[in-house]
C-alpha cells in the first residue's frame, strides 16, 4: 500500500512516547500496547490533517478525551487527547487544515497530541485483538509515514535531480542539458519534478 501524508499533524515533531510494547499507568489503568505515538505539543497547538479525507467523527470518549478520526480512502488517522475540535462529523477535509488544537482530555498525563495511522477500510477501523481488547488490529508505527515525508522535504539538488527526472522521463542527454542549462527556470522545475517522482 503505497501511502504519503501530504502534511504533518503537527508543525513540529518531537517523540514524547512512540508506537509499540511499553508498560506505563494513567489514571489507574495499565497500558501494555501503544496504538500510536504521543508527540509533544504544548496546549493549544494547532493539530492538521495529514491528507485530504471525511470527518468520520468528532467526538469524546473517557480514553481519547476529545478526538478525530479522518478517512482518506486507502487509511485513517486519529486524532486524540485535544482540547477541542473544530470539524464535524461527514465535513471534508484538505491536507493542513486545522482539525484541532493540543490538549489533555481524556487518559492523559499532560498536554500533547496522540496520532495513529490505521491501514485498513473504516468499517474495519475499530477491529479488537481478541485476546487483548486494547489493541486495535490495523494500526501501524505513524512515525515510518512521518519520516517518509520529512525525508521528502529536505533539499535536493540539480546533480541529484537529473538523473531521476531522466530515468522517469526517458529523456535523452541534450534534452535534460537544454532544460537545466538554458531553460530560465529548468533548476527549479527539475528539482520540483523530482521531489515529485520520489
Known amino acids: 500500500m503505497n501511502i504519503r501524508l501530504k502534511h504533518l499533524p503537527l508543525k513540529n515533531i518531537t517523540v514524547n512516547s512512540p508506537y509499540g510494547k511499553r508498560n506505563i499507568t494513567v489514571n489507574d489503568k495499565s497500558y501494555w500496547w501503544h496504538n500510536g505515538v504521543d508527540l509533544k505539543a504544548p ?14 467523527i468528532a467526538t469524546y470518549n473517557n480514553s481519547y478525551g476529545y478526538y478525530v ?30 482539525i484541532g488544537y493540543s490538549g489533555s482530555s481524556g487518559d492523559s498525563t499532560g498536554p500533547h497530541l496522540h496520532f495513529e495511522i490505521r491501514l485498513c477500510k473504516y468499517e474495519n477501523f ?17 512515525m515510518l509515514f512521518i519520516e517518509d515525508y520529512l525525508e521528502k522535504q529536505k533539499e535536493i539538488t540539480v546533480k541529484e535531480a537529473i538523473p531521476i527526472v531522466q530515468s522517469a522521463a526517458g529523456l535523452e542527454d541534450r534534452t535534460m542539458d537544454y532544460i537545466v542549462n538554458h531553460y530560465k527556470y529548468g533548476d527549479d522545475l527539475v528539482k520540483k519534478l523530482a521531489k515529485a517522482i520520489i
Open 126 to 142: 475499530w477491529d479488537r485483538a481478541q485476546c487483548d481488547s486494547t489493541v486495535f488490529m490495523n494500526t501501524v508505527d505513524p
Open 43 to 56: 496546549l493549544n497547538t494547532p493539530v492538521y490533517a495529514v491528507d485530504e479525507g471525511k470527518v468520520m
Open 69 to 98: 478520526v479522518l478517512y482518506h480512502g486507502k487509511y485513517g488517522t486519529l486524532y486524540s487527547h485535544l482540547r477541542n475540535y473544530t470539524v464535524n462529523s461527514n465535513d471534508r477535509v484538505k491536507a493542513g487544515d486545522i
